[in-house]
């Protein structure tokens, strides 16, 4: 329905057939067709792209002939496509704007909608709430232009695109790929049925590095996970790929292609914080360069660390790179990053990218000749060991004020023992504790999930604060 049509941190999602339907996703386009004709261009055009989800190249379609019927140029993926393939393809082919149909990690039954902006980022939160305004008076008054399909791609308003090439030269001008083909190494990559499979295989494969690709086909049913999120409790099969093979790391993406998941040669899986400084480190320590590490407040405080270590800033921000996005650009920032798994990269768009941060990964290891669980000792050898949990709790819409409520009238002096020096209601409730610990309590901008963030110095203080947590929230 349309008042349930909402854009979170990352685009609209919805549940299939319920509120994600062909007429909903035609008065979303309608209104980003009258955002892009409202602006003073000479001439506009939009990408269009779609995940391996159930009908989301109908779906692509049917923005498409939206689009059409507006008088925008269409420029239309011919097979599924990644987020940051469709990111850069928006700088590339310098279209005004472009269109995604994804839900990215979330369960099979969503579907939904990502609108980027020109310089390929999300769309900021003037746009998104003006469309949420405009999206009901657009299907109370039946207010869509439609050009079908067969009619568009006739007259050249539609023309189907292939990606693939301009992303790939774009990438082989940021890492040394022979480098990385050349490396005796042994890679497990975990597609999980997205939109990114055999990325890895079309950038490093025909070289010396051995890569063993599983779940790289379409099946939108996503079996053998609870969604596509390269998460420990998704990749079992990735861990027993790379135990069994004896693989020298495994390397997971999501099923829009813009997060990245790591395992380890002993088959332990890598929190996203421990990527995330890895990364950074690669970056500041392996390549010596210099600029300011985004994050949010979901993200490490390792990265901090490395910031002093280094002498570089490091800018914080609410949950979602269409915060992260703007600080990149105007600082042009070295990384960026958030808890999720998403981490963009000074030289391409500002937006996640899983294939390339998976890629920057494999060249940390080539160049360090070390092995994931050798780069996570050399971290904590400069920055101290870091544990970090998240557990995601399901809830009513009714319950939601009512945690709101509890939370609130929560004032802790000390949480497990460690002294609350500062609290940050930026963006859910985020408690700063004595020795670098850290809690925070929020809601998902995509899920229906109140999510509890603990960082500590060891497992057992990281498990305590989350049940603490979990206390405050009365969950």
Sequence with gaps: MADKIIFGTDGWRAIIADDFTFSNVRACTQSIANY????????????????TRFASEDFAACAAEVMAGNGIKVYLCSTASPTPVLSYGITALKTTGGIIITASHNPAKWSGMKFKTSDGTSAPQETTDQMEKEIPEILAAGAVRVSPISQAVKSGAVEYVDLAPVYAGHIGKLVDLEAIKKARLKVAVDYMFGASAGSFSSFLGGGAIELIEINNHRNPAFPG?????????????LRKAVVESKASVGIATDGDGDRLGVIDENGEFLTTLQVYAL?????????????????????????????????VPVLETPVGFKYIAPLMISENALIGGEESGGYGFRGHVPERDGTLAGIYFLDFMVKTKKSPSELLK???????????????????????????????SEHPLSIDGKKVEKTDTRDGFKFILSGGSWLLIRFSGTEPLLRIYSEAGSPGDAENLVAAGKKIAGV
């Design 378 to 408: 050399f971290l904590y050898d400069k920055v101290g060991p870091h544990h970090y949990i998240r557990s995601d709790v399901s809830f009513t819409p009714g319950e939601r004020d009512k945690i709101i409520n509890k939370v609130s």
């Design 279 to 311: 990364l950074a480190l690669y970056f500041l320590d392996a390549l010596k360069k210099r600029g300011a590490i985004v994050k949010t407040l979901t993200s490490t405080s390792m990265l901090d660390r490395l910031g002093e270590l280094y002498s």
């Design 225 to 237: 996970m609870a969604q596509p999120e390269p998460i420990a409790k998704n990749l079992a099969a």
């Design 36 to 51: 892009l004709n409202r602006a003073d261009l000479p001439a506009k055009s939009i990408l269009i792209g779609y995940d």
